[in-house]
């Protein structure tokens, strides 16, 4: 069972699994455009949360996390296995820092890549 209450600055999304999380602003938009509940995301398992540095902000949902760094348009999911390395290097407070665009197919290298702050990173299938 789950439920949506739509108001003029976000919704309010709940599930009787997860409890009832608001999602608004840059990370509303990318989930929508993902295919909210129904997409990759999911359902949101937490409420939006400011990163260590004061600025940036960020939502867990079901299937990956969505990420808005500040100064920056718009906001980008992380998840599977790109995530994982980019965990591994102190998240948005590492060598990489945000992400600032959405994983894309490259062909080139069989695998996907995921550009970030301080470096593209590339995630070969397997």
């Not at 990420?67 to 980008?76: I, K, Q, R, S």
Request: neutral net charge.
């Amino acid at each position: 069972m789950a439920g949506v209450l739509d108001l003029a600055g976000g919704s309010i999304y709940w599930t009787l699994e997860r409890g009832a999380h608001p999602v608004w602003g840059a990370i509303r938009d990318k989930w929508a455009g993902i295919g909210w509940e129904a997409g990759k995301l999911g359902f949101p398992v937490g409420d939006e949360l400011t990163n260590t540095d004061g600025q940036g902000k960020r939502q867990k949902f079901e299937g990956g996390t969505v990420y808005w760094p500040p100064l920056c348009p718009g906001a980008h999911p992380v998840w599977g296995r790109i995530g994982e390395p980019w965990g591994e290097h102190g998240w948005e407070g590492g060598e990489f820092g945000y992400p600032t665009s959405d994983k894309t197919r490259a062909d080139s290298i069989n695998g996907v890549t995921q550009s970030t702050r301080g470096a593209r990173h590339r995630q070969r299938q397997r």
